[in-house]
């Protein structure tokens, strides 16, 4: 790999393409390109996917990777820092979703972005003392921590007799995830909203490390629940880049049956969690009644509900004889049916938009500002979809209608919902119809060579990525990257013209993953 | 007869008898309950929220979810608990009333599961409190964590 001393842009030449699904150019920078290469992406209309960091070998030297996505492909741009340096250059004035990664990235490695204010541990609460970085050689060795709360985080408050704080969390009202909300209002009007997130953190990137690939292929299945078909093919297809092995027709065909699904059955679920934050029971049993019924089928067909161990490195561990399909056909068709027989009645329902119109908008141009993707992204007007762009195996002979709104509020992203379910039951049928014969799965090697690859797929949420890296047969390095990374920063300014009664619905129609963030 | 039959049609649950959670217990006619995610991959949440869907009536046997603490006799706790939500899982469980009762839903919640051994975790919720009844599975099916909920919500000691 060519490093580069310059302050110049890399010229195309000194990329180097590694073996991967998608096209993902990869190369190693000083720390001048650095900053010069994330400056050329956001100028080409470029985003940042994710920005993480690795431990070198004793600790004497860190690699920090960003991943950019342009018109091109996927640039995965690594820097080298020696420890005795400690630092590198922040990305946050280029790309504002930066920030929390680089505060997250010092947490677990000890490296800090210069240029970046904000010094506030992100994902490290009391119970872990500074200066202990987990993702380290050696630190943890015979190291015990305790559970302390996260008392005194300092809150960007509002200093005014006129402003009330309402702490949100991290146990809520409903059956969600823990994080912790603190809201600066006037009234019920919102003036600021900050998030304080870490709370599901379980040390994942350190639980992948020393595994065997097919050990982390089910942790990887376990990052987000909501989203294991997602993270279980972007893992499996990191892994099938190192080994060189190219996965059997059907089992692609499969995996995407699987990854619709998920998304049918997400979409359904929000659907019905929206309506019930509207006060709309009515809306919550329809749509998790239909649900209910998905995610049975799942369980007769696939084993299980929500698809978890399904999807694994090499293939799939099902397959489907006529009648399963024959089934899933029917009864897709019968759900289509259904939702938009709800579709047309809850557009004509007043006192739901009334609620949803309006409500936590974000416009396309601060959207692009600040690097929106995904469903939410596509909502306000940005129009990213893997499946469309850079479509791997079987996506290239499917013809992915992309779902785009400008609306930017709770009622596109609702809108949005029904077209991407229904666009869904689309593929899983012409999936179904043209499922190709043979093997449903190709056999890795249990000494798989050494490498490093990277796996990312459009899960319902967004995109989902996978950089692992693999030495000696065992993961070195792995790094999963969920979509709500980019976008809980995005929540807190969406809320800022609404009420606090409205929250919910806001964060609702956002549905980020908190476990997923967390790691 | 008919709206049985239209039920089972709709459902297909075949006539299954559905045990409530009335008994001699200390809850005796209905359990109140609050559910706290202590580090879960949110899938037990969703079955939590397919329970209460229309094909559980998690209502219909005595159970009902809370949203507050204070106003709950069992505290349902999932995932493999995080340190960073260890405090808050024990301040939710002093906030409630007595007599009052834990209950782990999925292997979590249960052993730790897939994260157990991590630095970031304490591992089963038994390590923190007194845990009434578990419930494993990756994630168990709404049936199952219904089923536990009516059993502990049953138990006359507690």
Redesign the interface.
């Known amino acids: 790999m060519t490093e580069l001393g310059s302050d110049t842009l890399p010229s195309v030449g000194q990329w180097q393409q590694i073996l991967s699904a998608p096209p993902v150019w990869r190369v190693k920078v000083q720390a001048a390109s650095w900053t010069s290469a994330a400056l050329a992406l956001r100028d080409q209309g470029g985003r940042l996917l994710g920005l993480w960091g690795e431990a070198g070998h004793e600790n004497a030297f860190f690699y920090i990777h960003a991943l950019g996505l342009g018109s091109t492909g996927y640039l995965w741009i690594t820097l080298t820092v020696q420890s005795s340096e400690g630092q590198f250059p922040s990305l946050a004035d280029i790309f504002p979703a930066a920030s929390r990664m680089e505060r997250a990235l010092y947490d677990l490695t000890g490296i800090r972005a210069t240029g970046n204010t904000d010094t506030r541990p992100w994902l490290r609460?009391q119970?872990?003392p500074a200066g202990i970085f987990?993702l380290r050689e050696g630190q943890?060795d015979g190291?015990?921590?305790?559970?302390?709360?996260?008392a005194d985080y300092p809150f960007q408050l509002i200093d005014s007799v006129d402003v009330h704080q309402i702490p949100v969390g991290?146990?809520h009202?409903?059956?969600?995830?823990?994080g912790h909300f603190r809201f600066s209002c006037i009234g019920e009007q919102i003036l600021r909203l900050e998030e304080r997130l870490?709370?599901?953190?379980?040390?994942?990137e350190?639980?992948f490390q020393d595994r065997d690939v097919f050990a982390g292929a089910?942790?990887a299945g376990?990052?987000?629940?909501?989203t294991?078909a997602g993270y279980a093919w972007a893992y499996s297809m990191a892994v099938e880049s190192i080994a060189r092995c190219e996965i059997p027709p059907r089992a692609a065909a499969l995996r995407a049956v699987c990854l619709e699904r998920e998304r049918m059955a997400n979409h359904l679920?929000d659907l019905?969690?929206l309506g019930n934050d509207a006060g709309f029971v009515f809306c919550?049993?329809q749509f998790?009644?239909i649900?209910?019924n998905l995610?049975?089928e799942n369980?007769e067909i696939f084993g299980h509900?929500?698809l978890?161990d399904c999807i694994i490195p090499g293939g799939v561990a099902f397959d489907l004889n006529s009648a399963q399909i024959a089934t899933m056909q029917r009864n897709s068709e019968s759900w289509q049916r259904t939702v938009q027989r709800l579709d047309l009645l809850l557009q004509e329902h007043s006192g739901l938009r009334d609620r949803l119109v309006g409500t936590g908008k974000i416009a396309p141009a601060r959207a692009a500002a600040l690097g929106m993707a995904g469903l939410a992204g596509r909502a306000s007007g940005q129009a990213w979809d893997l499946r469309v762009q850079f479509p791997h195996a079987p996506y290239q002979n499917l013809d992915v209608s992309m779902q785009l709104s400008p609306e930017g509020d709770v009622a596109a992203r609702w809108q949005l919902r029904f077209r991407e379910f229904y666009e869904s039951v689309r593929l899983q049928t012409q999936l179904l119809l043209d499922l190709p014969g043979g093997d449903v799965s190709a056999t890795i090697p249990e000494s798989i060579p050494d490498g490093e690859a990277l796996g990312i797929v459009e899960a319902w949420r967004g995109e989902v990525f996978v950089a692992l890296s693999v030495e000696n047969a065992r993961i070195k390095r792995c790094h999963p990257h969920d979509p709500s990374w980019v976008l809980w920063p995005v929540l807190e300014e969406a809320v800022l013209n609404d009420i606090v009664a409205d929250f919910p619905l806001i964060n609702k129609s956002f549905n980020l993953?908190?476990?997923g963030h967390?790691l | 007869m008919y709206r049985i039959l239209k039920e089972i049609w709709r459902l297909?649950i075949p006539g299954k008898k559905i045990i409530s959670a009335k008994g001699q217990g200390p809850f005796r006619r209905s359990a109140a309950i609050r559910?706290?995610?202590?580090?879960?991959?949110?899938?037990?949440?969703?079955?939590?929220?397919?329970l209460?869907?229309?094909?559980y009536g998690l209502e219909q046997v005595g159970l009902n979810?809370t949203?507050?603490?204070r106003h709950a006799d069992l505290l349902m706790v999932t995932?493999?608990v995080?340190?960073?939500?260890?405090?808050?899982l024990q301040?939710?469980f002093s906030a409630m009333p007595n007599p009052k009762k834990v209950v782990a839903i999925g292997d979590c919640a249960c052993t730790g599961g897939?994260?157990a051994?991590?630095?970031?975790?304490?591992g089963a919720v038994e390590k923190?409190l007194p845990v009434a009844g578990q419930c494993p599975g990756?994630?168990p099916?709404p049936e199952a964590i219904r089923q536990t909920l009516v059993q502990v919500a049953r138990q006359t000691r507690s």
């Not at chain 1, 376990?222 to 909501?226: A, F, L, Y």
């Not at chain 2, 559910?35 to 397919?50: R, T, Y």
């Not at chain 2, 051994?117 to 304490?122: P, R």
């Open positions: 609460h119970c872990w987990p943890l190291r015990s921590f305790g559970v302390d709360g996260d991290p146990v009202a409903g059956t969600i995830e823990p870490g709370y599901t953190h379980k040390g994942v350190r639980l089910r942790l376990r990052i987000s629940g909501d294991t679920g019905a969690a919550q049993s998790l009644f649900k209910e995610l049975r369980r509900r929500y978890m993953s908190y476990s967390d | 297909g559910h706290v995610d202590a580090g879960s991959c949110n899938a037990c949440e969703l079955e939590i929220q397919a209460s869907g229309p094909h979810l949203a507050s603490p995932g493999p995080s340190r960073h939500m260890a405090t808050a301040d939710t897939i994260f051994g991590s630095y970031a975790v304490v923190v990756c994630p099916t």
